[in-house]
Structure formats: C-alpha cells, structure tokens
C-alpha cells in the first residue's frame, strides 16, 4: 500500500506524509482534513435530545447545494485520476461516503486505499473480476471488461 500511494499524487486524493514500518509497528502518516468525512456531514449522528431541559445538540452545518456539486466534481475527479491518469490503473474497489474526507474549505479528497487494486496496464492483458468495497459502485473497469454477468439489469 505504502509503494502505490507513494506514487499517486493529487489534489484530490488525500496525502500519505510518511509511514513507519519497524518490527511489527505499521503506520500510515496522511494529510489532516479538519472537516471530517462526508458521511458525517450526509448522515449525522443525531444525540438524543431533551427539548424540555433546554438541551440542543451541536450539529453539523448543512452542505449547502453548490458545496454538494462541488464535492462531486472532486471525488469525480479523483476517480478519473485513478482509472485514466496512472499506469497501470487503479481501482479503488471501496469508495462510498465514509471514504471521502473534507479538507479546511470543504474540498473532497479520496482516502482508504486499503483494498485497492492496480489493473492491467494494456500490455499484459490482465483483466480483474473480483468486485470487492461497497455495493452500489463499480468501476467502469469492471463494466467494460468484465463478463457480461457484471451487467444486470
């Protein structure tokens, strides 16, 4: 993990700093995104709370809808960079909502590499089958290499 994304720069993937690999102590150093994961703001986790008592929770601000688009262009774009921008292409096998990280101005940045997989890279032919990651997304690698079960409808 630590060679693939060594090699992987954008603005749009979130940063591996460094990393420690001593003994049987392993660690991943990235870039700090202050505004959490987009899940968090997409899906908040909503405390109890009682009205009576005056009790309020402290919520996250709603996206607002350019700031929604906007985060949709950068993960968009993450994922061209990943399927057309390296070589071989990478498939990142698990992107979903929990995997998206907002930096100090709300931009997205793709994270999680950890299942990830490097594909053919034209010359060797190679195909990947295995869907692993999140229901509900597939790489267009998949779709258009795949055997035609991957399409249903």
């Known amino acids: 993990q630590v060679d693939l994304l060594s090699r992987m720069h954008s603005p749009h993937l979130v940063g591996l700093l460094g990393y420690c690999a001593d003994q049987s102590h392993r660690l991943l150093v990235f870039e700090f995104m202050p505004n ?3 899940k968090g703001h997409l899906h908040p986790v909503i405390p ?5 008592a005056g009790e ?25 960079f990943l399927h057309e921008h390296t070589s071989p292409a990478v498939i990142h096998r ?4 929990s995997n998206v990280l907002l930096d100090h101005n709300y931009r997205a940045r793709v994270s999680d590499f950890g299942t990830a997989k490097v594909g053919s890279n034209k010359a060797n032919g190679q195909v990947v089958t295995r869907v692993l990651g999140t229901t509900g997304y597939l790489a267009p690698e998949y779709v258009n290499e795949s055997p ?6």
Do not use: H, K, Y
């Open 56 to 80: 309020q929770r402290d919520a996250r601000p709603t996206l607002d809808w350019q700031t929604r688009l906007g985060i949709a262009l950068d993960c968009a774009r993450a994922l061209e």
């Open 36 to 38: 959490g994961s987009l």
């Open 94 to 97: 698990d992107f979903n909502c």
């Open 48 to 52: 109890a709370v009682d009205v009576a």
């Open 148 to 153: 035609s079960f991957w399409l249903t409808r």
